[in-house]
């Protein structure tokens, strides 16, 4: 049985964050040996299994590359296939299969033709990450095996059951949004408060099964296209941390 499983929720360009919350953990000898995520976790996750430390993964956020990897389709007359994340991930991991990670990795999509999420963690692994991040209406669908897939986190943001069944300690690091505002105005930003609360609705009891949740509040003000605020983000997601750390030492020892 796996020792550590670490849960890593989608939130869009907020997923830095869970970069300093890696950094932090492997810092203090803490290291997952068994990741799972929806969306931007899933990202972030299959940089980890594949051997990128949370510093390396920092520099790559930096690229050009990287930068374009959510650029928005409807500015361009059409939803887009998330060709740049293609291409990134295409360049940056060794092989496009689950078992040439180095750590194993469960990745969430969400079919839209059964209604229900699917956790994946072999075979080909990067149309299942274009999968997990093609968010509705932004992106396009992909289609996997028949069945069309969007993006993990709108049924299963934080999928923490294969850690719950592989791992004897779990933690879960969440970066979605769902505080109190009073500042909501326009059909905008009804609608992406309505989405946030949505995938809040999928994760908040799975937070709750984690040995060790974390969440970065801090990360809520960012934007999800925020991508060049990922240094930022890092850092509050390291802080948020730091500050629990013995905390969560304590808690992963029971």
Known sequence: MDELGIALSGGGARGAAHLGVLHALNENNIFPNRVSGSSAGSI??????????????ILLSKKKAFLKIFKI??????LTELTYLKDFLNAHLNKDSFESLELPLHVCVSNINSGKYEIISK??????????????????????NGNLYVDGGLLNNLPVEPLLLNCDKVIGVSVCPHETRDDIRGIRNV??????LAIWGTMQHRFNQCNVAIEIEKSFKFGMFDVKKSEELFEIGYEVTIQQINEIKEKLKK
Not at 45 to 56: D, F, I, K, R, V
Not at 124 to 135: P, Q
Not at 191 to 196: D, H, L, W
């Open 44 to 57: 972030i996750g299959a940089l980890y299994c594949s051997g990128y430390t949370p510093m390396e993964i």
């Open 73 to 78: 389709g409807f500015l361009n007359k059409g």
């Open 123 to 144: 075979g080909k692994l990067i149309e299942v990450l274009a999968a997990s991040c093609a968010l509705p209406l932004l992106f396009k669908s992909v289609k996997i």
């Open 191 to 196: 609608a992406e408060r309505c989405m946030q």
